[in-house]
């Protein structure tokens, strides 16, 4: 962590990639509100994905291979979680009936929360986890020592895990997002309009100043992007529990390449049914690593060898089955 925390190079390197890419996504290219094509989408998800391997790399050369390799697992776990949040999105946008040329706009408003809601999960849990280290004992002949924070979330992240695997999906389609906690700040601070105005957060109905369901669904957004950190964010502990800046710029790049991915897979959404059993052997193998950790310890080469691994197999499942669906 020193030599990246402290290389003046990479932080502003970073910070000033993510601004000036922000600043163009949305004063430039997306100034006008349009409906994102699917050849865009790919574009801009090629060059995410080209700029986060980029950015692996420099790591690489400033702090070595295992940095790399935590780097990259936790960026392709937050990624890899991220396709829950696109099927959530998708409910949302279609409860609220929003113009498909305001999504893009929603999405990147609830970026720039994330950017701020990660950045005091990460660094805050760090220094947690810092403070909850036991006293170093000895177990069967090893000298041994357990963080009560890890030992929690490893726990935690099994359970989501094998909750997640047989959780009933067709539920959430028949959701009152409208009584989500986001919707209920901005109901309970200002009058709602029943009426989009364009992209306006705020609108003007009789001489009444009113927000706009636009700005109810980003605070859903808001809120849903939140409750999906309570399983993301611990499970990327599990990486590189003692180094905030390999967690925050992982989980940065994989959020930032979100918007375009949603685009990318709206319409698609339904040929991954198995990932989600997918994600519930990610999350579980996280967790039983973070409670095994003071007893025996996963590299991060291998970490990232059983993600990679489970992701392609289930993404390739789920093209096979769907594709099986369609021919039948």
Same mark, same amino acid.
């Given at each position: 962590?020193?030599?990246?925390?402290?290389h003046?190079?990479?932080?502003?390197?970073? /910070?000033?990639?993510?601004?000036?890419?922000?600043l163009l996504d949305?004063?430039?290219?997306? #100034?006008?509100?349009?409906?994102?094509? *699917?050849? &865009?989408?790919?574009?801009?998800?090629? !060059?995410?994905?080209?700029l *986060?391997?980029? =950015?692996?790399l420099?790591?690489?050369? +400033?702090?070595g291979?295992? #940095?790399? %390799?935590?780097?990259?697992?936790?960026?392709?776990?937050e990624?890899a979680?991220s396709?829950?949040?696109?099927?959530?999105?998708i409910?949302?946008?279609?409860?609220?009936?929003?113009?498909?040329?305001?999504?893009?706009k929603?999405?990147?408003?609830?970026?720039?929360?994330a950017?701020?809601?990660?950045?005091?999960?990460?660094?805050?849990? +760090?220094?947690?986890?810092?403070?909850?280290?036991?006293p170093?004992? &000895?177990?069967?002949?090893?000298?041994?020592?357990?963080?009560?924070?890890?030992?929690?979330?490893?726990? @935690?992240?099994?359970?989501?895990?094998?909750r997640?695997?047989?959780?009933? &999906?067709?539920?959430?389609g028949?959701?009152?997002?409208?009584k989500?906690?986001g919707?209920?700040?901005?109901?309970?601070?200002? #009058?709602v309009?029943?009426?989009?105005?364009?992209?306006? =957060?705020?609108?003007?109905?009789?001489?009444? #100043?009113?927000?706009?369901?636009?700005?109810v669904?980003?605070?859903?957004?808001? @809120?849903t992007?939140?409750?999906?950190?309570?399983?993301?964010?611990?499970?990327? @502990?599990?990486?590189?529990?003692d180094?905030? $800046?390999?967690?925050?710029?992982?989980?940065i790049?994989?959020?930032?390449?979100l918007? /375009?991915l949603?685009?990318?897979?709206?319409?698609?959404?339904?040929? $991954?049914?198995?990932?989600?059993?997918?994600?519930?052997?990610?999350?579980?193998?996280?967790g039983?690593?973070?409670?095994? *950790?003071?007893?025996?310890?996963v590299?991060?080469?291998?970490?990232?060898?059983?993600?990679?691994? !489970?992701?392609?197999? *289930? +993404?390739?499942?789920s093209? !096979? !089955?769907?594709k099986?669906k /369609? %021919?039948?």
């Amino acid at each position: 962590m020193d030599k990246l925390i402290n290389h003046p190079g990479v932080l502003t390197g970073f /910070a000033v990639l993510v601004v000036v890419m922000l600043l163009l996504d949305l004063g430039v290219f997306n #100034k006008k509100a349009h409906v994102v094509s *699917s050849r &865009e989408a790919a574009i801009w998800s090629v !060059v995410w994905i080209t700029l *986060s391997m980029g =950015f692996s790399l420099v790591v690489w050369h +400033v702090s070595g291979f295992d #940095k790399f %390799t935590q780097f990259q697992s936790a960026y392709w776990i937050e990624k890899a979680l991220s396709v829950d949040n696109l099927f959530v999105f998708i409910l949302v946008f279609g409860f609220f009936n929003v113009p498909l040329e305001l999504h893009h706009k929603v999405l990147f408003w609830g970026i720039i929360g994330a950017l701020i809601f990660r950045a005091i999960f990460i660094f805050a849990g +760090v220094e947690l986890i810092n403070l909850t280290y036991l006293p170093e004992t &000895e177990l069967w002949g090893h000298h041994i020592r357990i963080n009560l924070v890890l030992l929690l979330f490893g726990l @935690f992240l099994v359970y989501a895990g094998i909750r997640s695997a047989f959780d009933d &999906e067709s539920q959430e389609g028949e959701k009152d997002f409208t009584k989500s906690a986001g919707a209920r700040i901005i109901y309970r601070f200002f #009058k709602v309009s029943r009426n989009f105005d364009g992209g306006k =957060f705020f609108t003007v109905e009789n001489g009444v #100043k009113m927000a706009t369901p636009l700005l109810v669904v980003v605070g859903v957004i808001e @809120f849903t992007d939140v409750l999906f950190a309570v399983d993301s964010i611990p499970a990327i @502990f599990a990486i590189a529990p003692d180094d905030p $800046f390999i967690l925050y710029t992982s989980n940065i790049f994989a959020i930032l390449g979100l918007r /375009a991915l949603y685009f990318l897979l709206a319409n698609f959404i339904h040929m $991954f049914s198995l990932l989600k059993y997918g994600l519930a052997v990610i999350l579980s193998f996280i967790g039983l690593k973070m409670v095994i *950790s003071p007893f025996y310890h996963v590299s991060s080469p291998i970490s990232l060898s059983i993600v990679g691994g !489970v992701l392609l197999v *289930s +993404v390739v499942a789920s093209l !096979v !089955v769907a594709k099986k669906k /369609a %021919t039948s």
